[in-house]
C-alpha cells in the first residue's frame, strides 16, 4: 500500500501593504524614542533642572560668603549632574567646618548645611587663638574671642602638654554637665597637677594629674549643696577618692 504524500505547507505572502505597514510602524517607534529622548535632554537642559540657587544655613562663625564662593563655579551646570559626596567633600575642607552636608532640591537648588567645629578653650600665641576639644586651632574671622576657659602655661610643663591636660579636663567637665563657660575661667599646671580657677568667684580647684572623669563626678554630686550655701570655699581639692576636700 502506497504512503500518502505529505502536502506542502503553503505560505501565506504578506501583501506590499502589509510590508508598507511594517515599514511605518518602525518609523513611528523610531520616530517616538527619538522625540521621548529629545524630549528628555530638553527637560535635563531646561531651568528647572539648571542650578540657579545655593540655599546655604548653619553658618556662625564661617562667613556664609566663603561658602557661596567655594559654591559658584557650579551655578549654571544640569542638577543632575552635581555630586552632593563630592560637594560636600570639598566643603569640608573649608575653615572651620566640621561635616557638611549637600542635597539637590527642585527647581535648580543646591542645600547645604554647615556644621561648625566648637571652640572649648582659648591660648595665647601672639594672639588669642581659639581651640576645639582635639587641640586644633580653630579660624577667627575679625570677631572678638569668644567667652570661653583660657589655658595658660604653668611651672616647667611644656605647653603642649599643658594643653592636652587642660583639654582632658574640660571633656570631663563637660561630660559631667558643666557649663564650661560658666564654670571655669582660667586652667594651669602647677604644683598639685592641673588646677581651675572658677569664674563666678575666687575658688581654685585642684584636679590633679589624671582621672579626671572620677573627680569631676564626684564634684558634680556637691556641687549642688556648694551652690546652695551660697559662697564657694577658697580651694576646693578634688584629688582624693570619692570625696571633695574644702578649704
Known amino acids: 500500500m502506497a504512503k500518502p504524500r505529505r502536502r506542502a505547507m503553503a505560505v501565506k505572502r504578506r501583501g506590499p501593504w502589509a510590508r508598507v505597514l511594517l515599514a511605518v510602524l518602525v518609523f513611528l517607534g523610531c520616530l517616538a524614542g527619538w522625540g521621548g529622548w529629545t524630549g528628555i535632554r530638553a527637560f535635563l537642559a531646561s531651568d528647572f533642572m539648571t542650578l ?20 559658584e563655579p557650579l551655578l549654571g551646570r544640569p542638577l543632575h549632574r552635581v ?6 567633600a570639598a566643603l569640608d575642607s573649608l575653615p572651620r567646618v566640621r561635616r557638611a552636608r549637600v542635597r539637590r532640591q527642585l527647581p535648580g537648588t543646591l542645600v547645604c548645611r ?39 602655661r604653668g611651672g616647667s610643663v611644656p605647653a603642649d602638654s599643658a594643653r592636652g591636660l587642660a ?8 561630660a559631667a554637665s558643666f557649663d564650661l563657660a560658666g564654670e571655669v575661667s582660667e586652667l594651669a599646671v602647677e604644683a598639685e597637677g592641673l588646677v ?12 590633679g594629674w589624671e582621672d579626671y572623669e572620677a573627680r569631676t563626678r564626684c564634684y558634680r554630686e556637691v556641687f549642688a549643696e556648694l551652690t546652695a550655701a ?12 570619692d570625696q571633695v576636700v574644702a578649704r
Open 196 to 207: 581651675y580657677y572658677r569664674n563666678r568667684s575666687a575658688t581654685r580647684v585642684i584636679l
Open 114 to 152: 554647615i556644621e561648625e567645629a566648637e571652640g572649648v578653650a582659648l591660648v595665647w600665641d601672639g594672639a588669642w587663638r581659639e581651640l576645639d576639644a582635639d587641640g586644633r586651632p580653630l579660624a577667627r574671622f575679625g570677631d572678638v574671642p569668644p567667652d570661653l576657659p583660657i589655658i595658660r
Open 52 to 71: 540657579s540657587t545655593l540655599e546655604i544655613t548653619g553658618c556662625c562663625v564661617l562667613p556664609e560668603e566663603s561658602v557661596r564662593e567655594a559654591l
Open 83 to 88: 555630586r552632593p559626596d563630592s560637594v560636600a
Open 167 to 174: 583639654l582632658r579636663a574640660l571633656a570631663a567637665l563637660g
Open 230 to 241: 551660697g559662697a564657694f570655699p577658697a580651694e576646693l581639692d578634688l584629688r582624693f577618692r
